[in-house]
């Protein structure tokens, strides 16, 4: 079966610009997860669907940060304003039930 | 919140040596999780464990479940280059979510 698909791979932005990241889960993965991992940390969450309903997005800051999955499927997160300390890796994962299958993230760098 | 020990924090090992890192928790986990992440890659599921007691073998890698489902430890044998990356371990909650370790990074000495 085909992968979780991210994309960009990479992105470069100046802090208090706008960014967007794309995932593509697994074809009948219900559970969808956005993930935030800082260099030499374990991932963290910030969302998670079900479906196109949000189950928790309790770490997300929400004042910047803003997630969708559309029709259950696709999903995007959005960072406005970006500040300085959002520079990580982020990354999609998807599941059934037990284990999640992650993509290759997309690293953002904040100048 | 929730947290995981993840020890030790990296190794240094020599090629052909095996390898033991393990997760202890305050909490109880259903399932307990082992992840490879390379650099630039996101986390590789290696081995999954689902019942308390319980010993898995994925090739090299032998990983079980603590007997009360608060820890876990993974064995790689006769370790080779390319196991040099960083191993996560992971409990999963009845939601499916999942706590993370903070890691254990493996270099091999040349």
């Known amino acids: 079966e085909a992968g979780v698909a991210q994309s960009p791979r990479y992105k470069i932005i100046e802090k208090r610009q706008s960014v967007a990241f794309w995932c593509n889960p697994i074809?009948?993965?219900?559970?969808l997860y956005w993930y935030q991992q800082i260099l030499g940390q374990g991932p963290k969450l910030l969302i998670q669907?079900?479906?196109?309903?949000?189950?928790?997005d309790s770490q997300l800051p929400k004042d910047r940060f803003s997630a969708e999955r559309l029709k259950g499927v696709d999903s995007t997160l959005k960072i406005q304003p970006a500040k300085l300390e959002d520079s990580a890796v982020y990354l999609c994962?998807?599941?059934?039930?037990?284990?999640?299958?992650f993509g290759s993230g997309t690293r953002l760098t904040v100048v | 919140g929730q947290q995981l020990n993840q020890s030790p924090q990296s190794m240094f090992i020599q090629e052909g040596e095996d390898v033991s890192m393990n997760c202890t928790s305050s909490?109880?986990?259903?399932?307990w999780l082992w992840y490879k992440q390379d650099p630039g890659e996101g986390p590789v599921l290696l081995i999954a464990l689902y019942k308390a007691g319980e010993l898995t073998s994925n090739g090299r890698l032998t990983a079980q479940f603590g007997i009360t489902r608060k820890d876990s430890f993974l064995n790689i044998s006769a370790s080779i280059p390319s196991d040099v990356g960083i191993y996560f371990c992971?409990?999963?909650?009845?939601?499916?979510?999942?706590?993370w370790g903070a890691g254990t990074k493996l270099i091999i000495k040349p």
């Open positions: 909490s109880i986990f259903n399932t």
């Open positions: 994962a998807s599941s059934r039930r037990y284990g999640y299958t």
């Open positions: 992971a409990g999963q909650l009845l939601n499916y979510q999942l706590i």
């Open positions: 669907f079900q479906n196109n309903g949000v189950v928790d």
């Open positions: 074809s009948g993965h219900a559970t």
